[in-house]
C-alpha cells in the first residue's frame, strides 16, 4: 500500500513531464507580441537573479519598470543588476534581500517596501525549488511548501492593499503566479500539507505548484467580487533548461544535460509567459485563467474545485498569522 502510494504519484509526474516534452518537441516556443512601454511602473519579481525569474525583471525593465529583485542571495543580487543594466534598460532595477521560507523575513520585505511609499504595479510571485531531499524551514513547514506556495501566499497578502491602490480600472495592477504543468499531478493534503506522511520530493513539488493554482483563482475571485483593480493569473512556462534541476541526482543530470539541449525551452523562452501575464495589453483586466505557450489553458480538475479553494486559503491565513479577509 505504501508503495502503490508513492509509484503512483511518481508515475502521474512522469507522465506530464513527457507530455510537456512531446508538445516543445513539435511546437515552437511562444513569441511574445510588441508590448506597451512600463515607464512609471513597479514591479516586484521573486527568484530574479537567476533563470526565468532574471528574464523576466530584465525584460520588463527594459520595457520601462522599476523592478525590485527579490532573493535570498545577495551576491548574486549584487551582479544581475549591471547584467540588465548592460541590456538596453529603459528602467530601473534593483535588489532587495528576502528569504521566502521565512515568514519573518517576508514580513520584513514587505513592510521595508511599504515604508518606501512606492506603487505596486506587478508582483510576479517566480522563486521556487524543486527535488529537495525532505527539509523543513524555522518555522516548521516542508520547504516546497514554503518556498513555492507559502511565502508568496503572505507576500502577495501583504502588499494586496499597495496593489489595489496603485491599480485602476483600465490599468489594473497585476499578480502573477509560476505555476507548473506539474500541477496536474499534484495532491493538496489538507491534513498533511507538510508532506511529512509520506515524502516524495515530487509529490511535495507538483503539490505546492497546485496550492498556488488554487490560490490565484480564490484570489482572483475576492478581487472581482471587491470591484479591485487587481486580476491575478498562473503560468506555466514549460520544461526550461534552469538551475531547478541542479537537485537531481548525478546519473540523472548527465541523461537530462543532452535531452534539455534539444527539447527544454531556455530560459527567456520561458519567461515570456510571466511578461505576457505581467504586461501584455490583451491581459488587461484579464484574471483568473491559466497561460501556457501564449494561449489560456484549462488547468487540473482540482484546480477549481471552490471549497478546496476556500479551505486552502483559511488554512494558509492560519499558517501564516493572518486574519481570513
Known amino acids: 500500500m505504501w508503495l502503490l502510494s508513492v509509484l503512483v504519484p511518481l508515475l502521474k ?12 518537441t513539435f511546437n515552437r516556443s511562444f513569441t511574445l507580441p510588441v508590448l506597451p512601454k512600463q515607464n512609471g511602473r513597479v514591479a516586484i519579481v521573486t527568484g530574479g537573479t537567476r533563470g526565468i525569474g532574471f528574464e523576466t525583471a530584465k525584460h520588463l525593465a527594459k520595457l520601462g519598470m522599476h523592478v525590485v529583485i527579490a532573493g535570498n542571495e545577495r551576491e548574486e543580487g549584487a551582479a544581475a543588476i549591471p ?116 515524502y516524495s520530493s515530487l509529490g511535495a513539488y507538483a503539490q505546492s505548484k497546485l496550492a498556488l493554482v488554487l490560490f490565484t483563482y480564490y484570489l482572483q475571485e475576492q478581487l472581482a467580487a471587491g470591484g479591485f483593480p487587481v486580476t491575478a ?6 520544461m526550461v533548461n534552469t538551475p531547478l534541476y541542479d537537485n537531481l541526482w548525478s546519473i540523472a ?23 505576457y501575464a505581467a504586461a501584455a495589453s490583451e491581459m488587461e483586466g484579464v484574471g483568473g485563467c491559466y497561460l501556457y505557450n501564449g494561449h489560456r489553458k484549462q488547468s487540473s480538475d482540482t484546480s477549481y474545485d471552490s471549497e478546496l479553494q476556500a479551505e486552502l486559503w483559511k488554512k494558509s491565513c492560519e499558517l501564516v498569522g493572518l486574519q481570513e479577509a
Not at 124 to 147: I, K
Not at 233 to 238: C, F, K, L, Q, T
Not at 255 to 272: C, N
Request: aromatic share 8%.
Open 13 to 24: 509526474l512522469h507522465f506530464c513531464g513527457i507530455k510537456v516534452l512531446l508538445y516543445q
Open 83 to 198: 547584467r540588465i543594466q548592460e541590456e538596453d534598460c529603459k528602467g530601473k532595477v534593483e535588489f532587495a534581500f528576502v528569504d521566502l521560507t521565512s515568514l519573518k523575513s517576508v514580513r520584513q520585505f514587505a513592510q521595508t517596501f511599504q515604508n518606501r511609499g512606492l506603487p505596486l504595479h506587478v508582483l510576479v510571485n517566480n522563486a521556487g525549488t524543486m527535488m529537495l531531499p525532505e527539509r523543513w524551514t524555522e518555522d516548521g513547514f516542508e520547504f516546497h511548501f514554503a518556498l513555492n506556495y507559502l511565502g508568496h501566499f503572505l507576500l502577495t497578502n501583504l502588499l494586496l492593499d499597495t496593489l489595489k491602490r496603485s491599480g485602476r480600472q483600465g490599468r489594473c495592477s497585476r499578480v502573477v503566479n509560476m505555476s507548473s504543468a506539474t500541477h496536474y499531478a499534484g495532491v493538496v493534503h489538507m491534513d498533511d500539507l507538510n508532506s511529512s506522511n509520506c
Open 233 to 238: 493569473s498562473a503560468v506555466d512556462p514549460g
Open 253 to 275: 543530470q548527465a541523461l537530462k544535460k543532452p535531452v534539455a539541449k534539444i527539447l527544454f525551452r531556455t530560459p527567456a523562452q520561458g519567461a515570456s509567459i510571466s511578461v
